[in-house]
């Protein structure tokens, strides 16, 4: 069975802030990764994914990842975040039959 | 090009009722995947269609159904509704091939009072 572990429920910060969510997962072969935003009211927008090859991944917005495959983990950065990245973060694992499973999501609040 | 769409976009529904959500997937996709949202919580896979058939099913009762047509479009019905079945249902489609992403819909918002 596939899992996905995100260790921060809530964070808060500063613009100009660095951010760095972490995401572990549980599975036992080849996955793709992903990170989705939830802005308020919106849907669901992929930020970045990785399926093979290099492991450090540039989304949009200036987000990036990087898969460590000995961690089982794929935590999501942003040098400096902005107002505008206030949103809800949501780490995803998708195994064998495009099964994909989410986390339980991290609030980040960027105070001005 | 229309991305994934779904309708209604809120619906309330009465205890013991049933109700049919609908979802017209991304143009070209022809897989669509259904998830309930409950506030405060990630996505749960309930299940996902494929060829008109349901290939994969999450930790969901069978109250929980649903049904893809030719053209890919898609119903998830939930029948005998409890309170705890309001959620925000999201509907995602994508292609077979296992490189590429799913793409949400907003989404539909069902209250069961």
């Known amino acids: 069975a596939q899992s996905v572990s995100q260790h921060n429920h809530h964070v808060i910060l500063s613009e100009a802030a660095s951010l760095e969510l972490g995401c572990n997962y549980s599975y036992g072969g080849t996955v793709n990764l992903f990170w989705y935003v939830q802005y308020p009211g919106q849907h669901l927008q992929l930020l970045l994914k990785?399926?093979?090859?290099?492991?450090l991944v540039k989304g949009i917005k200036g987000f990036e990842a990087e898969f460590i495959k000995s961690k089982f983990s794929f935590n999501l950065r942003k040098p400096s975040v902005q107002w505008s990245d206030t949103a809800e973060y949501f780490c995803a694992v998708r195994g064998r039959y495009q099964k994909v499973t989410f986390g339980t999501g991290t609030k980040l609040q960027v105070i001005p | 090009d229309a991305g994934v769409t779904q309708s209604p976009t809120h619906l309330i529904k009465t205890r013991g009722q049933q109700v049919t959500l609908r979802c017209s997937p991304k143009s070209g996709h022809d897989t669509v995947s259904w998830y309930q949202q409950a506030l405060g919580q990630g996505p749960q896979f309930i299940f996902q269609?494929?060829?008109?058939?349901?290939?994969q099913r999450g930790n969901f009762p069978d109250r929980f159904s649903g049904h893809q047509f030719p053209n890919y479009s898609s119903e998830l019905n939930v029948n005998a509704l409890l309170l705890g079945d309001s959620a925000l249902y999201l509907c995602a489609s994508s292609l077979r091939d296992v490189n590429t992403e799913a793409f949400f819909g907003q989404g539909t918002r069902l209250t069961v009072v």
């Open positions: 269609y494929y060829e008109e058939e349901e290939r």
């Open positions: 990785y399926f093979s090859g290099d492991p």
